[in-house]
């Protein structure tokens, strides 16, 4: 990320109109590229976010001997089979993303080369301990900073012992580099998981030709069972739209009177849909439409229509299937009547940033009445929001995200120290909200 984007924001002077399409979603963007350049032949992947997050996994994987070709309407990717990477011929730089640099530490885990991940300053302050612990019990040897932070090396090794792991913290991230690592080691991985997490992984690698057992455990979790090694066949891979990217210009249309917008193919994979679950709780007009299947994946079109939404309590539980839509569900809640309780929200201190507390601050330098009990984020909805303050987004596009809609919703003008981590996962978030009428002016 090079230099920093200020950017000012006023409220939304008429309704928000029209159709929309956004990005490809992140989280099935970076599984594509891997699990293409571990495949034996040429993948052709349509509709792939072209985020800065995706940009270093295509250029960590091709630094790793895969072969790309970026065409108008899709990516070819030439993959060179499980356990045939190539030793990368410097750093690997996963810039913002911790999804890319857990995923791939499992991958790397158990191939038999030597390399070296970085990231940027957000990447470098995240644990990856909770990938490089169960990782080193293949075999492989990780050298991590103190607090076992990036940058790190990872000795891999070409003889990995498969594991068999329960997850200490529901998380899709840690359960894929499992999983990934599995892939060149003989005999049976498995891991259990307390709660399911979004399945992209088990989805593709299935798609891929791997026999994947999924069932479900005593205590409403899952055990994930294969046998390795893989040998994963290229197929065509059709990235749906993101329901993550989705639900900024959802929430703005919902808060900004007058507003109907259509958001079109967006994937509404179960376990990603906790946000809209939560939104059609507090009263909001959402209608899906054109529900399909499409690459393996559930897809349909979001039909918005502004509305009065009321104070709600999101369970502990629904945490992981919409771990990333807080900070702008958090804007809904200010504006909502009652009060919200966000509840079990531990993980989102070892997001891009510490999100609980950005989020907070987020509300509170405009106006909004927020705390927090133990791991839980109680707002008081109220009918208007001052605005007016500095939201502070720590290199964290979501709460960059956030602060624009929130600044379209309050009264005054809102400052956002920083939008330019958006590309990583939103480019274009500007246009496409002044395209249904936002004016925001850059
Ligand atoms: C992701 C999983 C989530 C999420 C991240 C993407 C993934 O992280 O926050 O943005 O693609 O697997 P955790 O699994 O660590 O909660």
Known sequence: MTQSRPLTVSAAQTGLKGQVTVPGDKSISHR???????????????????????????????????????????????????????????????????????????????????????????????????????????????????????????????????????????????????????????????????????????????????????????????????????SLKARDIIVPGDPSSAAFPVVAALLIPNSEVVIENIGLNLLRTGIFTTLLEMGASIEIKNERIEGGEKVGDLHVKASTLHGVTVPAERAPSMIDEYPILSVACALAQGTSRLQGLAELRVKESDRLASTVALLESNGATVSVENDDIIIQGQTHLAGGGLVKTHMDHRLAMSGIILGLVAQKAVKIDDTAFIETSFPGFVTLMNNLGAGIKV
């Open 32 to 230: 594509a590229l891997m699990l293409a350049a571990l495949a034996q032949g040429t993948t052709k992947i349509y509709g792939l976010l072209e985020g800065e997050d995706v940009i270093c996994t295509s250029k960590a994987v091709e630094a790793l001997g895969a072969k790309l070709q970026r065409n108008k309407d899709f990516w070819l990717v030439e993959g060179c089979g499980v356990g045939h990477l190539k030793e990368p011929g410097d750093v690997l730089n996963m810039g913002n993303s911790g999804t890319a640099a857990r995923l791939l530490a499992g991958v790397l885990a158990t191939h038999p080369i030597v390399s070296m991940m970085t990231g940027d300053g957000s990447l470098r302050t995240r644990p990856m301990g909770r990938v490089s612990d169960p990782l080193s019990e293949t075999g492989a040897k990780f050298v991590t900073r103190d607090g076992k932070r990036l940058p790190m090396t990872i000795i891999g090794t070409g003889d990995g012992k498969p594991l068999h792991y329960k997850l200490p913290v529901a998380s899709a991230q840690v359960k894929s580099a499992i999983m990934l690592a599995g892939l060149n080691c003989t005999g049976q991985t498995c891991v259990e998981e307390p709660v399911a997490t979004r399945d992209h992984t088990e989805n593709m690698l299935r798609h891929f030709g791997l026999d994947v057992s999924v069932t479900e455990s005593d205590n409403g979790g899952r055990f994930i069972r294969f046998e390795g090694p893989a």
